[in-house]
């Protein structure tokens, strides 16, 4: 990673004598802001909450099955046709919704389609169109999986 890095750069050896030259040839390297998020499964699921460590620009749904966090809720009936089963992140079934309790700016805005979607849930983001760090801001933010669950705790 960057900090690693610049960590090994700097802690070269100093120049010992006058014909010793050392050469780094550094093609690209740029730090990626990283997003925080304190993840809470609700109370029935019995899971333990965990805390992840996304790079600005990823796909919340994507970097949340990546690493094993469990979404489609099933309280949840598809927007689009009231059956069950995820739409494979179309956004437009609502199954991946999740709650941000905090640090909504983190994410990129909502589109029309979402925002009709969740309407009077403005705090529900579908995690298939969220974007994390959006505008490569750094931050950490609160998300509950499976909101419809919290409703009944």
Same mark, same amino acid.
């Not at 780094?24 to 998020?37: A, G, M, N, S, W």
């Not at 805390?51 to 949340?64: D, K, V």
């Not at 992140?89 to 999740?98: F, L, P, Q, S, Y």
């Given at each position: 990673?960057? %900090? /690693? $890095?610049? %960590?090994?750069?700097? *802690?070269?050896?100093?120049?010992?004598?006058?014909? +010793?030259?050392?050469?780094?040839?550094?093609?690209?390297?740029?730090? /990626?802001?990283?997003? $925080?998020?304190?993840?809470?499964?609700?109370?029935? #699921? +019995?899971?333990?909450?965990?805390?992840?460590?996304?790079?600005?620009? +990823?796909?919340?749904?994507?970097? &949340?099955?990546?690493? !094993?966090? /469990?979404?489609? %809720?099933?309280?949840? =009936?598809?927007?689009?046709?009231?059956? &069950?089963?995820?739409? !494979?992140?179309?956004?437009?079934?609502?199954?991946?919704?999740?709650?941000?309790? *905090? !640090? #909504?700016?983190?994410?990129?805005?909502?589109?029309?389609? =979402?925002?009709?979607?969740?309407?009077?849930?403005?705090?529900?983001? #579908?995690?298939? /169109?969220?974007?994390?760090?959006?505008?490569?801001?750094? !931050? +950490? #933010?609160?998300?509950?999986?499976?909101?419809?669950?919290? %409703?009944?705790?």
């Amino acid at each position: 990673g960057y %900090d /690693k $890095t610049v %960590d090994a750069i700097l *802690s070269l050896p100093a120049q010992e004598t006058e014909n +010793e030259t050392v050469v780094v040839t550094v093609k690209r390297l740029r730090r /990626k802001p990283k997003v $925080t998020i304190n993840l809470q499964y609700p109370p029935a #699921m +019995e899971e333990p909450d965990m805390r992840l460590e996304l790079f600005a620009g +990823e796909n919340l749904r994507r970097a &949340m099955l990546t690493r !094993g966090v /469990k979404l489609n %809720d099933p309280l949840s =009936e598809r927007f689009d046709s009231g059956g &069950m089963g995820d739409c !494979g992140a179309e956004g437009t079934c609502a199954t991946c919704v999740v709650s941000i309790t *905090s !640090g #909504m700016g983190l994410l990129n805005p909502a589109k029309t389609q =979402e925002e009709q979607i969740l309407r009077r849930r403005p705090l529900y983001r #579908m995690a298939c /169109k969220a974007i994390v760090g959006y505008g490569f801001q750094e !931050g +950490e #933010m609160t998300i509950r999986v499976n909101p419809r669950q919290w %409703d009944d705790a």
